[in-house]
């Protein structure tokens, strides 16, 4: 089980829980393409 911030601050807060094929993002206040960038600089999206 793999847990990462994906950032914090005024621009959005998010966390991705990842367990194998399971994946739970908590609090996503970023923009769906910001979100997607930094999913992908994680290798999770």
């Known amino acids: ?10 621009q959005g807060n998010a ?3 990842d367990a194998g094929e399971t994946k739970v993002l908590l609090d996503c206040g ?3 393409r910001m979100a997607t960038a ?3 600089r994680l290798g999770t999206a």
Do not use: D, E
């Not at 089980?1 to 005024?10: C, D, I, K, N």
């Open 1 to 10: 089980m793999r847990f990462a911030s994906l950032g914090s601050g005024s």
């Open 15 to 17: 966390l991705i829980v």
């Open 30 to 32: 970023f923009s769906a």
């Open 38 to 40: 930094r999913l992908a």
